[in-house]
């Protein structure tokens, strides 16, 4: 009888919640969806950006021993390299794959950018 007493002091402690509105945001939070490209549209950009930053890493833009761009260098290696076809990836996982992808290989084109525009200035300078 103790221990029923107890639960019943404790109900009456807690303090009421908003149950109405927490449902309504519980709701509204879970009917979020994000739509994704298509699965082929996935796999195809995929397997280009992969290309690409393989091709912008070649450029020798960045060098792998380079102590502050090293780990940029590092993974885009990793990204071009990722053993994983797109098409054995699930849509979700092909999609971040392809957001890392885009992420590196917008920090290696400014890079390559600022790079190549600094050796055009140097060329014309020496003119």
Known sequence: MIEVEKARQHMTEVPMVDLECLDADVQWALQIRLDLPSRSE???RVLR???QLAEVVESGV???DDP???RLFST???LVTHQ???HQMTHTDAYEHLRHLGNNAR???AIYRLRRARSN???GSTS
Do not use: S
């Open 42 to 44: 996935l796999e195809t």
């Open 49 to 51: 950006l992969r290309g």
């Open 62 to 64: 960045i060098d792998k």
């Open 68 to 70: 502050t761009l090293g």
């Open 76 to 78: 885009a290696h990793r």
């Open 84 to 86: 994983v076809p797109p």
């Open 107 to 109: 920090a290696f084109a």
């Open 121 to 123: 200035r140097e060329k």
